[in-house]
């Protein structure tokens, strides 16, 4: 039987990394506040971490030259298109009920079945990724000299995927258990060597008199500063601090004796729809930017940097999501129904009341927020003519989105689909087209539709939520961690 968690390993920002014993883990508002944000500070750091590494990629190439950009953004809208099916983030739903059920070794165990049926996931789309050049043929990309830049900056990225999904799963299992270090300790890292590496190789080092390898530096550089960002979490976490070992399986970490067909098939029936619900939003969003793509030059313009804006506000509140699923998790693998469903209340308000502030502030100062992408007063013009559904969209999104969190930490990925489907493709793309094509072809319209969606599905995921009978899914939580029913007073309920 593996031990409880050591107070050695517990994470600086957080008072109560271990797993709870039995008895009500909701310790009141203030304390539940706090912990919130420690989590959401590690989530933050990861998550902003990652934005600029992209954000950094797309600056050295703008900088070496347009064609490279377009070739850049033509692979990176094919790849993640596929790419999606790698990001199906179930296994938080796993880890951290197990551990929260103190059944640890099941917890590591969850980890290596993660790890055996995303490889198998991976095989296509790795496939996918090499006919990048014959996919964007087929798609009416005519010109041949930018559809082969495409597919190489998508063949030397596709040498990445092993090294993003292993540093994904493992950081995902240590977030699960509320230890953030490694997430948040090696991402800025990882950010910060990009950069250097790729000034250096992509644009050159004036006064030393060398130019550079210009395009094909870029993605080398992003593959080779994702593996180092895995050996560095992997070298320090798991080598060094060996935080992996209070959830080591039962026969230790080489060996999958605990990947039976039961596991992968349960771990399965979660991620493929997790996975298509991500690869429904992507979709979606794809077709509303070809909506705007037919407005005026002036809109889509605006209408990329205000998508830019609303990712902003998205990133640090998907983080506190992940802290109020990470937390919730664990309270159901504990069988504490009361606190999970109080700390969901907590979470879910803390984060209407930084949602409302945020649409205010979009309100109040489009003109501002619009002059840091341009300085063009035609543009900030359009800003401020769509300051109330833009602050409509950046609300109502970012509102599905952490609510969205609630049923994903209790396994209820089909019904995510479900909602998120009809979200999507029942209300917002259908709403977009009738705003643009019934109503005013301008941004307005494009907005107004979009938030309507938005509405729409937080609705659907708000009643979902107000809905759920949390005795059941703790009692799910315990039969996915393998854990006999018991009440929070220890008592058998059977």
Same mark, same amino acid.
């Given at each position: 039987?593996?031990?409880?968690?050591?107070?050695?390993?517990?994470?600086?920002?957080?008072?109560?990394?271990?797993?709870?014993?039995?008895?009500?883990?909701?310790?009141?508002?203030?304390?539940?506040?706090?912990?919130?944000?420690?989590?959401?500070?590690?989530?933050?750091?990861?998550?902003?971490?990652?934005?600029?590494?992209?954000?950094?990629?797309?600056?050295?190439?703008?900088?070496?030259?347009?064609?490279?950009?377009?070739?850049?953004?033509?692979?990176?809208?094919?790849?993640?298109?596929?790419?999606?099916?790698?990001?199906?983030?179930?296994?938080?739903?796993?880890?951290?009920?197990?551990?929260?059920?103190?059944?640890?070794?099941?917890?590591?165990?969850?980890?290596? +079945?993660?790890?055996?049926?995303? /490889?198998?996931?991976? &095989?296509? @789309?790795? !496939? *996918?990724? =090499?006919?990048?050049?014959?996919?964007?043929?087929?798609?009416?990309?005519?010109?041949?000299?930018?559809?082969?830049?495409?597919?190489?900056?998508?063949?030397?990225?596709?040498?990445?995927?092993?090294?993003?999904?292993?540093?994904?799963?493992?950081?995902?299992?240590?977030?699960?258990?509320?230890?953030?270090?490694?997430?948040?300790?090696?991402?800025?890292?990882?950010?910060?060597?990009?950069?250097?590496?790729?000034?250096?190789?992509?644009?050159?080092?004036?006064?030393?008199?060398?130019?550079?390898?210009?395009?094909?530096?870029?993605?080398?550089?992003?593959?080779?500063?994702?593996?180092?960002?895995?050996?560095?979490?992997?070298?320090?976490?798991?080598?060094?601090?060996?935080?992996?070992?209070?959830?080591?399986?039962?026969?230790?970490?080489?060996?999958?004796?605990?990947? +039976?067909?039961?596991?992968?098939? /349960?771990?399965?029936? &979660?991620? @493929?729809? !997790? *996975?298509? =619900?991500?690869?429904?939003?992507?979709?979606?969003?794809?077709?509303?930017?070809?909506?705007?793509?037919?407005?005026?030059?002036?809109?889509?313009?605006?209408?990329?940097?205000?998508?830019?804006?609303?990712?902003?506000?998205?990133?640090?509140?998907?983080?506190?999501?992940?802290?109020?699923?990470?937390?919730?998790?664990?309270?159901?693998?504990?069988?504490?129904?009361?606190?999970?469903?109080?700390?969901?209340?907590?979470?879910?308000?803390?984060?209407?009341?930084?949602?409302?502030?945020?649409?205010?502030?979009?309100?109040?100062?489009?003109?501002?927020?619009?002059?840091?992408?341009?300085?063009?007063?035609?543009?900030?013009?359009?800003?401020?003519?769509?300051?109330?559904?833009?602050?409509?969209?950046?609300?109502?999104?970012?509102?599905?989105?952490?609510?969205?969190?609630?049923?994903?930490?209790?396994?209820?990925?089909?019904?995510? &689909?479900?909602?998120?489907? *009809?979200? =999507?493709?029942?209300?917002?793309?259908?709403?977009?087209?009738?705003?643009?094509?019934?109503?005013?072809?301008?941004?307005?319209?494009?907005?107004?539709?979009?938030?309507?969606?938005?509405?729409?599905?937080?609705?659907?995921?708000?009643?979902?939520?107000?809905?759920?009978?949390?005795?059941?899914?703790?009692?799910?939580?315990?039969?996915?961690?393998?854990?006999?029913?018991?009440?929070?007073?220890?008592?058998?309920?059977?």
């Amino acid at each position: 039987t593996t031990a409880m968690p050591s107070a050695e390993l517990e994470d600086p920002l957080l008072e109560d990394p271990v797993p709870p014993k039995p008895g009500s883990t909701f310790k009141g508002v203030a304390v539940e506040l706090k912990e919130l944000g420690a989590l959401t500070a590690g989530f933050f750091v990861s998550s902003v971490s990652w934005v600029i590494m992209k954000t950094t990629d797309t600056a050295l190439l703008g900088h070496v030259g347009t064609r490279y950009l377009d070739a850049s953004a033509l692979s990176d809208l094919y790849t993640q298109s596929t790419g999606v099916f790698i990001q199906g983030r179930v296994l938080g739903i796993f880890v951290s009920q197990a551990y929260g059920a103190g059944n640890y070794a099941l917890a590591g165990a969850w980890l290596q +079945t993660s790890y055996v049926v995303l /490889a198998v996931v991976a &095989l296509p @789309v790795v !496939a *996918a990724w =090499s006919c990048t050049g014959l996919a964007l043929r087929l798609f009416g990309v005519d010109d041949a000299t930018l559809r082969n830049d495409a597919a190489f900056y998508a063949w030397v990225l596709m040498a990445c995927i092993p090294a993003r999904v292993g540093f994904s799963q493992l950081t995902q299992f240590f977030s699960a258990q509320k230890l953030m270090r490694p997430s948040y300790a090696t991402a800025p890292v990882a950010m910060v060597l990009n950069l250097v590496l790729g000034l250096a190789l992509v644009l050159g080092v004036p006064f030393l008199g060398f130019d550079g390898f210009g395009f094909p530096a870029c993605p080398a550089v992003t593959s080779g500063v994702e593996f180092f960002q895995l050996a560095l979490v992997v070298y320090l976490f798991c080598y060094r601090e060996r935080l992996q070992d209070a959830c080591r399986p039962d026969g230790g970490w080489l060996r999958l004796d605990n990947v +039976t067909r039961e596991r992968c098939v /349960a771990y399965a029936k &979660l991620y @493929v729809p !997790a *996975a298509l =619900s991500i690869a429904s939003d992507f979709w979606r969003v794809a077709a509303i930017g070809a909506v705007a793509a037919t407005l005026s030059k002036d809109d889509l313009g605006v209408f990329n940097a205000s998508y830019r804006i609303m990712w902003i506000c998205l990133t640090f509140i998907g983080s506190l999501g992940g802290a109020v699923s990470t937390k919730l998790g664990i309270r159901l693998g504990a069988n504490d129904a009361a606190g999970a469903k109080k700390g969901v209340y907590v979470g879910l308000g803390l984060a209407l009341a930084i949602l409302a502030a945020l649409a205010l502030v979009v309100v109040a100062i489009p003109r501002e927020l619009g002059s840091i992408f341009t300085s063009d007063p035609t543009l900030l013009d359009v800003f401020e003519k769509i300051r109330v559904p833009l602050a409509t969209t950046v609300f109502t999104m970012n509102a599905a989105v952490v609510f969205e969190r609630v049923p994903m930490a209790m396994g209820r990925t089909r019904a995510v &689909l479900i909602l998120g489907f *009809a979200g =999507s493709w029942v209300g917002q793309v259908p709403a977009v087209l009738l705003c643009v094509n019934f109503w005013k072809r301008d941004l307005v319209a494009v907005y107004t539709g979009v938030s309507i969606g938005y509405a729409l599905l937080t609705l659907l995921l708000g009643s979902l939520v107000l809905s759920t009978d949390y005795d059941k899914y703790a009692k799910e939580a315990r039969d996915r961690s393998e854990m006999p029913a018991t009440s929070v007073n220890g008592d058998d309920d059977a």
